[in-house]
């Protein structure tokens, strides 16, 4: 399943476990589960209607414990980025130079992550992305965001 949502549409690339591993806590245990299932969950306020991210166990706007999982549209624009030409770990340097970006999700919430694209070409504040999922572990997916193509506005879990 994961497998067609790959950020690399060409070249897939063998789940790795040799980078760092995130480690799920209580409130972000669904955001994890959601994304090795290939969707991107974040939290939204009942009580005063908005989304949060990241997931706390608290609304940060009006501090109702009211809030649910949602499923995101997974589309957004960059907000801010940067290229990394030195590895953050020995396990990016095969990635080396990498982006790493703000993004804007539609439902106005910004997350940090991953963007997968040609390097400089097109990577720019303002382009859209789409979210994708990259396995970096067997039991782990991590979110991260590949230019959006224009061709359609549909999900990536649609194609
Ligand atoms: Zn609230």
């Known amino acids: 399943m994961i497998q067609s949502l790959h950020c690399h ?3 897939p690339v063998t789940p790795s476990t040799q980078g760092p591993q995130p480690v799920p806590t209580t409130e972000t245990a669904p955001y994890w589960q959601a994304a090795l299932e290939g969707r991107l969950k974040i ?12 997931p706390r166990r608290f609304c ?6 009211g809030i649910e999982w949602v499923q995101a549209s997974g ?4 907000y801010t980025y940067t290229v990394c030409h ?16 703000m993004v804007a999700l539609e439902e106005g ?8 694209a040609p390097i400089p070409d097109r990577l720019a ?14 039991a782990v997916a991590l979110p991260m965001f590949r230019l959006a193509d224009g061709e359609s506005t549909a999900s990536p879990k649609q194609r």
Not at 43 to 53: A, D, L
Not at 60 to 65: F, H, K, P
Not at 75 to 78: L, N
Not at 109 to 116: D, F, P, S, Y
């Open 109 to 116: 919430v910004r997350m940090l992550a991953g963007i997968v």
């Open 43 to 54: 939290q939204f306020c009942r009580s005063c209607n908005r989304h949060q991210f990241y």
């Open 86 to 101: 030195v590895a953050a770990h020995p396990a990016f340097e095969p990635r080396v130079p990498y982006a790493i970006g």
């Open 75 to 78: 589309r957004g624009h960059i």
């Open 9 to 11: 549409k060409e070249t």
């Open 125 to 138: 504040i303002g382009e859209p992305v789409e979210v994708c999922f990259e396995p970096i572990g067997d």
């Open 60 to 65: 940060t706007e009006c501090l109702s414990d």
